[in-house]
Nanobody, 126 residues
Framework: QVQLVESGGGLVQAGGSLILSCTRSGRTYTVNAMAWFRQAPGKERELVGGLAWNISRPYYSHSVKGRCTISGDNAENTLTLQMSSLKPEDTAVYFC???????????????????WGRGAQVTVSA
């Protein structure tokens, strides 16, 4: 089993920035990729971006590309999401996810991921 815990988030003004961190514990050596998803009220969970250990660069979804940086620290077992130029439409619960499966891409399908954090609320005010 792998446990994921998100931290950070909160209330941010439009145009501002935020940092979310995800700390993993347990059988961390089984994890091959991690990702950030978000889910706004009444909407499906969508991929923000992710990082796989066999892919050299992080992947970012079109909706956040250019405003987002995902980085991982294997020594600390953390995955960090930095977002800037925040918009009200970025308001959502942000989830950290991990998969033990190998892939050459970061899957946008939530079912691909084996473990999930409880989520962190991010609210962007206009």
């Amino acid at each position: 089993q792998v446990q994921l815990v998100e931290s950070g988030g909160g209330l941010v003004q439009a145009g501002g920035s935020l940092i979310l961190s995800c700390t993993r514990s347990g059988r961390t050596y089984t994890v091959n990729a991690m990702a950030w998803f978000r889910q706004a009220p009444g909407k499906e969970r969508e991929l923000v971006g992710g990082l796989a250990w066999n892919i050299s660069r992080p992947y970012y979804s079109h909706s956040v590309k250019g405003r987002c940086t995902i980085s991982g620290d294997n020594a600390e077992n953390t995955l960090t999401l930095q977002m800037s130029s925040l918009k009200p439409e970025d308001t959502a619960v942000y989830f950290c996810a991990a998969t033990t499966k190998y892939s050459l891409v970061i899957s946008p399908n939530p079912a691909w991921y084996d473990y999930w954090g409880r989520g962190a609320q991010v609210t962007v005010s206009a």
